[in-house]
């Protein structure tokens, strides 16, 4: 069992199993089937305008590389007191149990920026959350003990949405599951 003390940032010793996005394979996938098909077109386009060279069909395959790299998934997982996201070899991660703000920002999609009290920062996809309602428990728990704390002074409003989505998401599941839908 991890000790309260311990503020390291890393995964608490004895914090069991870590939870991962189950659906990240299909999404990390789906994003190297968009680069190649883009891929494919631009040197398809090339062939038959006879246009085709090799300095432009490596040019083709960089910016294949570019779309794949800002298409590609982060990577979600969380175990005991901590959530971490990583991205083309870059980790973030925060103590759960730590928090002191959770916020949503708005923009092309939402997302959800935790923070702790070491400095730690994630932003992630609340989506991700709805489809895994494993990771929402780990969040959760360490959100919970937060705020018992004292130390998550602004976010519960938005954790409390996400709650009300994942519970709604979670019940669909099960009324599809028993036929009940």
Do not use: Y
């Not at 998934?73 to 991205?87: E, F, H, I, K, V």
Request: aromatic share 6%.
């Amino acid at each position: 069992m991890g000790r309260r003390d311990d503020v390291s940032g890393e995964p608490p010793g004895g914090s069991g199993e870590a939870t991962n996005d189950l659906e990240w394979t299909k999404d990390l996938w789906n994003t190297v089937c968009c680069a190649g098909v883009l891929l494919a077109t631009l040197l398809l386009l090339d062939w038959g305008s006879g246009r085709i060279a090799p300095w432009r069909a490596a040019l083709w395959l960089a910016l294949a590389v570019l779309f794949f790299a800002l298409l590609c998934p982060a990577r979600l997982s969380a175990g005991r007191d901590w959530l971490a996201s990583r991205r083309l070899g870059r980790e973030h991660r925060v103590r759960t149990d730590l928090l002191v703000s959770v916020r949503c920002l708005e923009g092309a999609s939402l997302r959800l920026l935790l923070r702790d009290a070491l400095g730690g920062r994630v932003e992630i996809d609340p989506e991700i959350l709805v489809r895994n309602p494993q990771l929402w428990f780990r969040l959760d728990e360490g959100a919970r003990r937060a705020a018992a704390d004292g130390s998550l002074v602004c976010g519960a409003t938005a954790l409390q949405r996400i709650a009300r989505r994942v519970d709604r998401e979670t019940a669909r599941a099960v009324f599809r599951a028993s036929g009940l839908e």
